[in-house]
Structure formats: structure tokens, C-alpha cells
């Protein structure tokens, strides 16, 4: 599943086609789509996960799910769920869910929860985490109204930088630990946006899919956890367990 950082990059290489008209719309999605030929594109934005391709009056929603892709000026022997094809180029999305949104956006989406917007707001995400103190870290890590854009990759790190334990409780957190939740969380972020632009995203993984902890030299500890339920990786010696 992409995380937030992905869809920045996405959002960055499709720039040529904002205030393009859609010549062609096609895929295998069940949404009516066809009204969208002939209409052009206003802007393109992300909000965590999702991809948003914004005009007149509609914008359409892209979630990549768990194995969703997209091309830019080429395809996949696959059929694409949803394709447009502007004077300067096509653009393709496969395996993914699509949704047409007719409100306006600000009232959809709180851009303050979104880890790499300028609008991030870490104080309302300080005040959302107090109001669930028995949530497992590595379950308020992965909340999307709390902090969007961050996925597994994100949690297991974040979690390995500030040494704490994915199944401490949030309300045991120390409040430095706390404050350095929200911090890494945003900073991570975008240290992964820039290593993933460089190609070098995996060469600084600490602890994601790691066989031994960097730190301690012991075996890390791979496990599903919270309620969520995903593959968390974890040194029980350096990553302290608040409870």
C-alpha cells in the first residue's frame, strides 16, 4: 500500500496535466466516468493516502488499496480501472478504488491531519491521541484521521527512532515520548519522500524487515499486532514497553 510520501510523488509527476482536457476516459471501473471527457483537470492533491484529481464541481478519488499501481504515458498488460488520456500524454490507474466526490473538499478532508501538508497541525494531533489513552502506539500510528499518510513502513521506524515498544499504550507514554511521536511521524515522512525520490528508500530501513536491531545486535521480532493487525518488526531490548 503506498503511504503518503508515494502519493506526494505522484501528485509532483502528474503536474502536466493540470488545466489539461480529458480527451479520452476510459477503465473498468463501475462508476459512471464518462461524463469526465471533454473536462478539464483544476489541480491535482493528496490528503494522505488518497490521490485527488479535482475539477468543475467533481473531484475523483483514487485509493491504491494494498496492490494498486499507476502509469504515466505508458500501460500494464492489465486493464486499467480508470485511464485518461489529455493532448500531452495518458494516465493510468490499476487495482485501485475509485470515488466521485461532489462536495467540496474542505469539507471532506481535515488538512491539518495530513503528515506532509502544510497545514499539519501536531497539537490537534496531541489532543486526539490524549482522547484514546489505551490505544496501542502501533495502532494510533496507522489512524488516518490522526495521522494521514503514514503506513506500516512509517510506524515500524518511527517506533525503532524514539525506542518504544508498537504495544505500549498511548496514555503511558511519557510526554517526551509522546511529543516525539507526533514529531517523527512528520519528520519520517518526509526523509522517506526524499530517500524514495533518490531510489535509496530500503537502504535506510532500521528495522523494517530486518533480521538483527542496528542498536542492541539482537534478532528483531517480527509480529501482527493491535487491531489493525500488521506485520510490525521490533527490538524487545531497545524499544521500551510502556504499559
Not at 499518510?149 to 515520548?177: M, Y
Request: aromatic share 12%.
Amino acid at each position: 500500500m503506498p503511504e503518503g510520501p508515494s502519493i506526494v510523488i505522484l501528485k509532483e509527476a502528474v503536474k502536466q496535466f493540470r488545466n489539461k482536457k480529458v480527451l479520452l476516459v476510459g477503465g473498468n471501473t463501475k462508476l459512471d466516468v464518462a461524463f469526465l471527457k471533454g473536462k478539464t483537470v483544476k489541480d491535482f492533491k493528496s490528503w494522505g493516502k488518497h490521490f485527488l484529481i479535482c475539477f468543475d464541481k467533481v473531484t475523483v478519488r483514487i485509493h491504491f488499496l494494498l496492490f494498486g499501481s499507476y502509469r504515466i504515458n505508458e500501460t500494464k498488460p492489465a486493464p486499467p480501472r480508470l485511464s485518461f488520456e489529455f493532448s500531452n500524454g495518458q494516465l493510468n490507474f490499476y487495482s485501485c478504488s475509485v470515488l466521485l466526490i461532489q462536495d467540496q473538499l474542505d469539507e471532506i478532508y481535515d488538512w491539518s491531519a495530513d503528515v506532509m501538508n502544510d497545514n499539519w497541525d501536531p497539537k490537534k494531533a496531541r489532543a486526539k491521541l490524549k482522547a484514546q489513552p489505551s490505544t496501542l502506539v502501533c495502532d494510533a500510528l496507522l489512524d488516518q484521521n490522526i495521522f494521514a499518510g503514514v503506513g506500516n513502513i512509517i510506524k515500524n521506524e518511527v517506533l525503532f527512532r524514539i525506542k518504544v515498544h508498537p504495544q505500549s499504550k498511548i496514555g503511558k507514554l511519557p510526554a517526551a515520548k509522546l511529543n516525539a511521536l507526533i514529531r517523527e511521524a512528520r519528520q519520517y515522512s518526509f526523509d522517506f519522500l526524499e530517500w524514495k525520490k533518490a531510489y535509496v528508500l530500503k537502504k535506510h530501513w532500521l528495522i523494517h524487515t530486518k533480521k538483527i536491531c542496528p542498536r542492541c545486535n539482537l534478532p528483531v521480532i517480527k509480529k501482527y499486532l493491535g487491531k489493525t493487525n500488521r506485520r510490525t518488526f521490533f527490538c524487545n531490548n531497545c524499544q521500551v514497553l510502556y504499559k
